[in-house]
């Protein structure tokens, strides 16, 4: 073997060596293997407690689940609103939920967010043929004047047939804009295309629970 | 005279020895583990609980009480299991989406003491805002100028979500979300390679950051997550077995509260024992008592506490959930509300 081949070989041996150091110390330290050895009374005592605690945890876990018979689940990363009926899914629907984005009034030092809200909420209310009343942002939204006057703040088609109150303003509705279903384009509402909503309407009832997540 | 032949000179020698020497080294550092592990797993069973299922205990109870303390909050919260591979949308104790995710790079997890305490087993961390979230560049008056009439315009529509971003939380930990390309053909070759590019430099972050996690997931999945993600998301991370996660100012678990419940109808006290029952006052035939009969008993407004036994209206019922009845078509709103009102 010459001399140049061997020093060209220790220079190889030497890259593959680093690429393997470099592996190794990005996957980070290995896991500890799981110690056999027996545990003395104390740690049986502390294991046997340990169990009977978390058995108690697991059953008040267990607990918060939801019992509704009918319950409502929002996916705002899909944009899907699923029907729960005694826990089967029997409905499966495309909705629209908050497009996440602000908007700052300058003159009165105003800002809106436009998210859905997430976490458990209920149907409080429903109304057939809602009539919107346009708040300030959406004057502002698309650049005209907020109205002194309240009869120019009724919007009574934007709603759709049917709204359900979630608290604070939030509704589960209909909407003119059918071709934005699926997207993330609303101002918090959830909105649903008119067959979904009717069937989702006629099967939800005050206090049902909605989770959006 | 002929030279005698040296192929190599002794510091030549000495450096390929040392190389050889750490490649075996290296080598057992990487196969060493696993088959010490194997070889635990394969022993026989002992009857009597090892320190294994003690620590495994211990990890369970960690584990429960964090998500407990989440799912008692009535929020969603992401359950982020580094052994399993798994994101998990949780809500209340109940999963309601799973993501798979393609790979798992994470950068500051340590080997598991059987002394460690509970926060580094399952920690806690709150989300503070996602890479390029829309929220941060609020409609500008240009935009709102050019107007926004039908909402299916460009400009009411969101950016596009991205397929790659950073998660920045309140703790010292970076979370990068990769959307990878899991398609067959030149596309998922090409994805695939960039993957790996991104996997061989490793999870972002700064240097203050004591945790650094990339997921690796399909694209699509990438944006739905980046749609579903607000400020102030809790997020638990678990650690694979035998790993800790480093102090990174994890939260302790907040305190479980009690359960949402309409309040019971208030019941009827116990009448005392000494007095079975109660003669009326005396009315009048125009249905009045006497006034001095009136004080006695405590009528309302008389400020004096009604008799042991007399039962008093019970408090209004909660506003939700109620009767299951529909209401008349909604009254028109207050203007004064409109500021904060319905949305669409």
Known sequence: MRRREVIVAAVALAAVLALVLFFLQHRGPAPAAADARPL???????????QARTDGLERRLAGLKPKAAIYVVIDTGRNR????????ETLKAVCSTGSGRALVDPERKRRWVFDTPRGEFFIRAKHPDPVWIKPD????????????????????????????????GYLIHGTL???ALGLSVTHGCVRLGDDDLDQIYHKVRIGTPVYIY | MTPRPVLLRPFEGAAI????????AAACAAFGAPRAAAGAASSPAAARPTRGDLEAARRRAAVIESELALASTRKPYLVLDLGARALRYRMMGLTVREVPLLDVDVEGLQTAELASGAPLIAGIFTLKEKEGDPRLTPLSPEQVEEGADDENTANALPPEPPREFTLAFKQPIAVEIVGRETRSGVQGMWGRMIGALRRWHGPGGGEETRLRIALHLDPEIAAEVYRSLIPDLRLLVLPPDGMQL???????PPKPRAARKTPPPREKEPEPKEVPFKIPPPEDVNGQRPADETQETGEPGSGEPGPAGEETAPPAPSPAPTPPSDPPPPPERRPGRTDRGPST
């Open chain 1, 40 to 50: 003395d009374a104390a740690g049986q005592k502390e294991l046997r407690s340990l």
């Open chain 1, 81 to 88: 609103l699923s029907l729960y009926e005694n826990g089967a």
């Open chain 1, 137 to 168: 942002w959406a004057f502002l939204e698309v650049g005209e004047a907020i109205p002194r006057r309240l009869a120019e703040r009724l919007a009574p088609t934007e709603l759709g047939a049917y709204a359900m109150d979630l608290g604070d």
């Open chain 1, 177 to 179: 804009y059918k071709r």
């Open chain 2, 17 to 24: 020895l040392a190389l050889a020497l750490l490649a075996c």
């Open chain 2, 246 to 252: 480093p102090a990174a100012g994890q939260e302790a």
